[in-house]
């Protein structure tokens, strides 16, 4: 069933709206919500919605329970391939909870955040940005540790990274609901404006795994190729940092493990075939981000290593 959540008119004849999809089946009360879109630039979370709806619409007899997704909460953005809300020069993700008062982007937040009240678990879907390509991974806030940890596990996400209280922003989806009482995951992977098809079909399989755990999903719920989450808790990830501007290239990708010393890339001048600076690994760890966009500037961030030392 398809419900509008948001419709509110625009200038010229037409009308700003937010969808669900509402997929239900058996007697079961759990219910979880897959959003995504909440930047336009980010494409990922589109494909896992279609995924998700079409196992769900092929296999309704397996559900023991609700899924709702919502894949796009920022549908101009995405229309527009711009990260934020077009003509309001705001990003989505910096204004919840919302008012309903307030303007119409911070009525829809608003309107978005009562809707997701009270469902079991949320599922907030992200890619990363134009610059930046990142292994599966899910994002927690140390207060919700304990809660969340277990949940992102069995969803089989290469890295699980509990961020100190100090780096969250409280101006977000997850935080809105975490703090409220409604749990939430956010997951980032692969890169801004493209789709890594693999990532989708791994993140959907997570998604089924985590449900037949949770007692929603009687079918298939395929394992193997799922992981077992490294969890990164406190300072034990690297940023890696360009020393120079130049063009980056390099030939690995995240996801693995890399030694110390070991070079991730080199900056490279063009004009003369110079190498300008190699990016070192400074330690034995794994590579769960790296720069994707080869343009980079001084300053500019190339990798981040987790390491257990």
Known sequence: MIKTIVSTELPVNERYLIRKNIISNGEGKKRICIVTGTHGDELEGQMVCYLMARLLN??????????????ALNPLGIDTIQRGIPNFDLDMN?????????????????????????ADLVIDVHSSNL??????????????????VPLAQEMGVDFVWVHDTAT???ATLAHS???????CLVVEM?????????????????????????????????????????????????????ETSGIFITELKCGFMVEKSQEI?????????????????PVDGYLFTIRAYPIVYEGSLMARIYHEN
């Open 131 to 148: 610059y930046l390509r990142e292994t599966p991974q899910v994002r927690i806030n140390v207060l919700n540790e304990k809660e969340l």
């Open 168 to 170: 969250v922003l409280e």
């Open 177 to 183: 609901l975490n703090s409220t009482g409604t749990k």
């Open 265 to 281: 890339g080199q900056i490279v001048e063009p004009l003369t075939g110079k190498i300008l600076s190699r990016v070192i690994s």
């Open 94 to 118: 910096r204004i919840f909870p919302g008012d309903k008062n307030g303007t119409m982007a911070e009525q829809a937040a608003y309107s978005i955040i009562e809707d997701l009240k009270g």
């Open 190 to 242: 692969g890169v801004g404006e493209r789709i890594n098809h693999s990532m989708c079909f791994r993140l959907r399989d997570g998604i089924l795994h985590l449900m037949h755990e949770m007692g929603m999903w009687k079918g298939e719920a395929p394992a193997d190729h799922l992981a077992d989450s490294i969890v990164c808790k406190g300072n034990k990830v690297e940023f890696l940092n360009a």
């Open 58 to 71: 092929e296999q309704q007899e397996n559900l023991d329970g609700t899924v709702e997704i919502y894949p």
